[in-house]
């Protein structure tokens, strides 16, 4: 038996005896570590899956394509990273395996493997840079973690040489506390007989309420915690009970443990008439009891569906536009989340979805904390949580909470010397965690390797409060902007890429910019001024200073403009507005993660920033008022209306004279919108660009009714008016000052007839 062989057997033994996950790295030459992979599988009768970018092994998955192992349970999971190392499928990999089963990664030698680029580094190198320029930090501290935890095995496969045996000769395992049925329930009782945990036995029994209109459960846990298997239990008491359960997840194979679990469960209580789980066409279960079942259906196809109760898991890695659509299929819903998860840390639930749902139903939290699938302590789950920072928390309220933005100081935090702080490290990229909805494992190699991307902080002793994750986009190379304006994306350059692509400006990836990717201020210290102050300090960073010419960023051109683009909501777009930052674009799509039109916003620094804001905000000015009545017609009005007030400048307002006698006589007397409705958009988009509309309300009625041109019936209601009648008044009202501060003699005069 090779080293290889004997060091897999005995690791192999000690995970099946303490419940345990262990870690194999095979690293070397790539077809010595596939072997190696290969043979020592065979030898332990394990079926592993391989996650590989080249397929060179039977019951592949993608590399591109791990997400597919989201909710699955296997013995075994190897990951090639000869072509990748892609966070996010290790972390989904290693989420996989049970109790008793191997990691296997297969990858160069350690000693080099920092030092080589590959397909995952490709991604990460921005336009003008190229993947030469893409560090290897991440990896490193990689390596570093491999070589420090308990549980992990490595192998030289070259040599033949067992580098580290990965044993850890555990002490005998406590035997659980026991638990059983709660005292009171209307689940049958061998539903909860079979629950594993006390905490999967109060997730089953606060899923009870799923008999109530209006509710919500909210599952939460990380992986391994038995929240699937505790949604599929209550599936199938509920199916039992008569109940239309319909199942949603990315795919099918994310909810083979409901599905698993309820089959199980379901025949335990004799109550499975059809199990027609390997259907493709239609993933179900019958019951006995008439029109009792559980079926599946894709996220898509699931938002068109009815039925009595809606199960959808592993619900961090849906968009919220998707989550918001199922919101409508069941009066009773149960959300499955991961917390510290590979698809974005359940951060898009919490973020953006939690305070949509808690005002539509009424919700039921759940955490399962026990670990099922393998031992309270596993060492896989350990180095996991170190390598790829999925706990990552930002500094204890404490530390912060009463410190001003004054005492904090400005820092540049460069990656290598981020990396050897881990304190600092875990801090920083906490605060990302924390306040972001799709911040996953693939954005800390991001954040350590790019060559476009920097690192900015105010910190309190050592401790940061805000962070500013900033891109360098733009300044690309005729060839580029040229390939950008025939359609073809440039990654990296979100910005250039939106103004000349979409926008038809073939001069808008020229200039540079610095873009903030994501800034971030901890909870105890938000609302202070620390991220205003933070964009303050990185403005001058960069910014010209009298004869001193605008300084670059990462040691390259100088910074022509700062931007941002993000999700809009009405207070996002009031921060960047009350920093400088001024629209130039709304999405006509939302986006598929946070559910929001995305607006693009900058803020000049140099004659040729300035120019290129000049030049887009008149273009966004010439454009809007047509978008608002197309694909931006469902847009909320209150983003629109702080959208529009973020544009810089103005628009001419050139009514005729027969067009200024209908607004003056809508506003003054009988006079009717519905007429001609062109002179009161354009007298609209004017008062909304240049805010002297006397108050919210009215900004949101010229947004609904007249820049969307939404019916009437729709308008009221969306606003709140107890009839058509009065919404109409209150159009006419908001009509009147807009007459006296822009009329011309003859609007005057065909006010002064009805005053």
């Known amino acids: 038996m090779d080293a290889a062989h004997s060091t897999a057997y005995e690791l192999r033994r000690e995970a099946v005896a303490t419940d345990e996950r262990r870690l194999l790295v095979l690293a070397g030459g790539r077809q010595a570590g596939y072997r190696a992979a290969r043979d020592l599988n065979a030898a332990l009768e394990m079926s592993p899956v391989w996650l590989s970018a080249t397929e060179p092994f039977e019951d592949v998955v993608p590399l591109d394509r791990s997400g597919d192992l989201l909710g699955t349970t296997q013995d075994c999971v190897v990951v090639d990273c000869h072509d990748a190392c892609r966070p996010n499928a290790i972390g989904r990999a290693a989420g996989a395996v049970d109790g008793g089963g191997l990691l296997v990664l297969v990858t160069p030698p350690l000693d080099d493997w920092p030092g080589r680029r590959d397909d995952f580094d490709e991604t990460l190198a921005a336009p003008p840079f190229d993947v030469d320029a893409v560090d290897g930090v991440f990896r490193r501290r990689l390596v570093d973690t491999l070589r420090a935890h308990r549980g992990v095995a490595i192998v030289d496969v070259d040599a033949g040489r067992v580098r580290d045996e990965g044993l850890t000769d555990p002490a005998p395992a406590l035997s659980p506390d026991p638990f059983g049925p709660p005292a009171d329930h209307a689940f049958p009782r061998a539903v909860y007989e079979a629950c594993l945990t006390a905490d999967q036995r109060d997730a089953v029994l606060a899923c009870e309420r799923l008999h109530e209109p209006d509710t919500a459960v909210v599952l939460e846990a990380d992986r391994g915690r038995g929240k699937s298997s505790a949604a599929g239990l209550a599936a199938a008491a509920l199916a039992a009970d008569g109940r239309d359960v319909l199942v949603t997840a990315p795919g099918y194979r994310n909810a ?11 025949a335990g209580l004799d109550a499975l008439a059809a199990d027609r789980r390997e259907d493709s066409a239609a993933h179900r279960l019958d019951t006995t ?20 109760v809606l199960v959808v898991d592993e619900a961090a890695a849906l968009p919220v536009r998707i989550l918001e659509s199922l919101l409508e299929v069941a009066p009773a819903a149960c959300f499955a989340t991961t917390v510290h998860g590979y698809e974005g840390s359940g951060r898009g639930f919490d973020v953006r979805f939690r305070d949509r749902l808690e005002t539509r139903r009424e919700v039921i939290d759940v955490t399962l904390e026990a670990p099922i699938r393998y031992t309270a302590g596993d060492p896989v789950e350990v180095w996991l949580f170190r390598a790829l920072l999925l706990d990552a928390r930002p500094a204890a309220d404490p530390l912060v909470a009463e410190a001003p933005p004054a005492a904090a100081s400005y820092e540049r935090l460069e990656a290598a010397a981020l990396a050897g702080d881990e304190p600092r490290l875990r801090e920083a990229f906490g605060l990302l965690v924390d306040a972001h909805y799709r911040t996953e494992p693939n954005d800390l190699a991001r954040l350590l390797d790019a060559p476009n991307i920097a690192i900015r902080a105010l910190s309190v002793e050592g401790h940061p409060v805000s962070v500013a994750l900033l891109a ?65 300090a990185v403005e001058a960073e960069v910014a010209p200073d009298g004869d001193r010419p605008a300084r670059g960023l990462l040691a390259r051109d100088a910074v022509d403009y700062l931007g941002v683009g ?51 905000g008149a273009w ?6 047509g978008v608002l009545t197309d694909a931006l017609d469902d847009a909320d009005p209150d983003v629109v209306r702080a959208a529009l007030a ?22 003054f007397g009988p006079g009717l919108y519905d007429i001609a409705p062109r002179p009161f958009r354009r007298l609209a988009l ?51 000052p807009l007459v006296e501060r822009y009329g011309t003699e003859t609007a005057r005069t065909e006010a002064d007839r009805y005053r």
């Not at 009891?289 to 009595?308: C, I, N, T, Y």
């Not at 250039?496 to 901890?522: E, F, K, N, W, Y």
């Not at 544009?647 to 200024?660: A, C, M």
């Open 472 to 536: 360098r986009e733009g300044g690309l190379a005729a060839e580029t902007r040229e390939a950008m304006y025939a359609g073809d994306r440039v990654r990296g350059n979100m910005l250039p890429d939106v103004l000349t692509s979409q926008l038809r400006d073939p001069d808008g990836a020229v200039p540079v910019g610095v873009r903030v990717l994501r800034i971030a201020t901890h909870p105890a210290a938000r609302s202070r001024g620390f991220g205003s102050t933070l964009l303050a």
């Open 620 to 625: 966004f000015r010439r454009r809007i008022s």
């Open 289 to 308: 009891s008439g029109g009792g079942r559980v079926r599946f259906r894709p996220p898509p196809a699931a938002a068109d569906a009815d039925a009595d």
């Open 686 to 736: 004017k008062a909304l660009l240049d805010g002297v509309l006397p108050d919210a309300d009215a900004e949101r009625l010229l947004v609904r009714k007249v820049l969307q041109a939404r019916p009437w019936p729709e308008t009221a209601e969306d606003l709140g008016y107890v009839s058509e009648r009065q919404c109409m008044r209150a159009l006419g009202e908001a009509y009147r």
């Open 566 to 616: 993000y999700g809009a909501t009405p207070e996002l777009l009031d921060f960047w507005a009350a920093n400088g930052y001024r629209t130039v674009h709304l999405s006509t799509t939302r986006n598929d993660e946070s559910g929001e039109y995305s607006a693009l916003m900058v803020r000049p620094l140099t004659s040729a920033g300035r120019d290129l804001a000049e030049r887009h």
């Open 646 to 667: 973020a544009i810089e400048g103005t628009v001419p307002l050139e009514l005729s004279e027969p067009e200024w006698r209908l607004v003056a006589g809508a506003a």
């Open 256 to 266: 083979a443990e409901v599905f698993d679990r309820a089959a199980e469960t379901l």
